[in-house]
Nanobody, 125 residues
Framework: VQLQASGGGLVQAGGSLRLSCAAS????????MGWFRQAPGKEREFVAA????????YYADSVKGRFTISRDNAEKTVYLQMHSLKPEDTAVYYCAGKSAAVLGDIRSPERYGYWGQGTQVTVSS
């Protein structure tokens, strides 16, 4: 599975952005998808994840109620809708795929074998 993230940009605090992650490859519908982010000088952190059917979603406490992850398996795309953005949301956002064969915590980046190139999100105060 190859992943291509897009949709980042500069937005004022309180604004919204929608990130997209387009996948290629036949295995997309059997891959759980996640979004992670990494700010300068910080470790990569979990943001949100969705199971391969889209039936279950997971969120970091810091984004719960503001971000929504979704997927369209027919279009092989996963989305991250972000509302009420804060300056602390500024980071490079990465989409990632986790094979169903890989067990373990869906929140752990080590469980993901497929990664996109990242898209910059900058929230100004």
């Amino acid at each position: 599975v190859q992943l291509q993230a897009s949709g980042g940009g500069l937005v004022q605090a309180g604004g919204s952005l929608r990130l997209s992650c387009a996948a290629s490859g036949r295995a997309f519908s059997s891959v759980a998808m996640g979004w992670f982010r990494q700010a300068p000088g910080k470790e990569r952190e979990f943001v949100a994840a969705i199971t391969y059917t889209g039936g279950v979603t997971y969120y970091a406490d810091s984004v719960k109620g503001r971000f929504t992850i979704s997927r369209d398996n027919a279009e092989k795309t996963v989305y991250l809708q972000m509302h009420s953005l804060k300056p602390e949301d500024t980071a490079v956002y990465y989409c990632a795929g986790k094979s169903a064969a890989v067990l373990g915590d869906i929140r752990s980046p080590e469980r993901y074998g497929y990664w996109g190139q990242g898209t910059q999100v900058t929230v100004s105060s």
